[in-house]
T-cell receptor
Framework: DAGVIQSPRHEVTEMGQEVTLRCKPISGHNSLFWYRQTMMRGLELLIYFNNNVPIDDSGMPEDRFSAKMPNASFSTLKIQPSEPRDSAVYFC????????????FGEGSWLTVV | KNEVEQSPQNLTAQEGEFITINCSYSVGISALHWLQQHPGGGIVSLFMLSSGKKKHGRLIATINIQEKHSSLHITASHPRDSAVYICAVRLHNQFYFGTGTSLTVIP
């Protein structure tokens, strides 16, 4: 199995630009999680989906952030407009169950907003 | 106040030493996870615990629900164990993360 696949691995963008991060979960996994990691705040759960439906988005920092999961094999996390404080590593993870009991992480997308 | 507290924050050990990383939490939980983050950034889930003890190779994780405490032990530590170890607790749909313990094992 290829594991959780994220793209891009690295992105540098200018403030105000739209950023789209992509994730392909492991085939057969029903839950997908988006996390953000910064030096200041550590690892934070932004949103998670179960069977393509958003279950809890209380971790999404503000309206500039949105996430979609149009089908079982693809999800996007979008930031529009981006700000320098959005610079972080964004991880996608997937799990067979909605509680993340066996959770697999992608390699992360390293975002820098200048 | 953090719902999850880890100690120590940083740990340096000689190869072969027995290592313990501690995690205390203040919320009721459904499960506790130990994650390992390598210097390159990748995150691996090591254990999911809701009670008792689990062992995988040289790694052992224990949890005491009454005391709201978990420990991660590494026996016969090796330089490749150098990583950040993160404790995460889940209560229903909510996840809370510790700030991590940075472990360096010196040859």
């Amino acid at each position: 199995d290829a594991g959780v696949i994220q793209s891009p691995r690295h992105e540098v963008t200018e403030m105000g630009q739209e950023v789209t991060l992509r994730c392909k979960p492991i085939s057969g996994h029903n839950s997908l999680f988006w996390y953000r990691q910064t030096m200041m705040r550590g690892l934070e759960l932004l949103i998670y989906f179960n069977n393509n439906v958003p279950i809890d988005d209380s971790g999404m920092p503000e309206d500039r952030f949105s996430a979609k999961m149009p089908n079982a094999s693809f999800s996007t996390l979008k930031i529009q407009p981006s700000e320098p404080r959005d610079s972080a590593v964004y991880f996608c993870a997937s799990s067979k169950d909605r509680f993340g009991n066996t959770i697999y992480f992608g390699e992360g997308s390293w975002l820098t907003v200048v | 106040k953090n719902e999850v507290e880890q100690s120590p924050q940083n740990l340096t050990a000689q190869e072969g030493e027995f290592i313990t990383i501690n995690c205390s939490y203040s919320v009721g939980i459904s499960a506790l996870h130990w994650l390992q983050q390598h210097p390159g950034g990748g995150i691996v889930s090591l254990f999911m615990l809701s009670s008792g003890k689990k062992k995988h190779g040289r790694l052992i994780a224990t949890i005491n629900i009454q005391e709201k405490h978990s420990s991660l032990h590494i026996t016969a530590s090796h330089p490749r164990d150098s990583a950040v170890y993160i404790c995460a607790v889940r209560l229903h749909n909510q996840f809370y993360f510790g700030t991590g313990t940075s472990l360096t094992v010196i040859p």
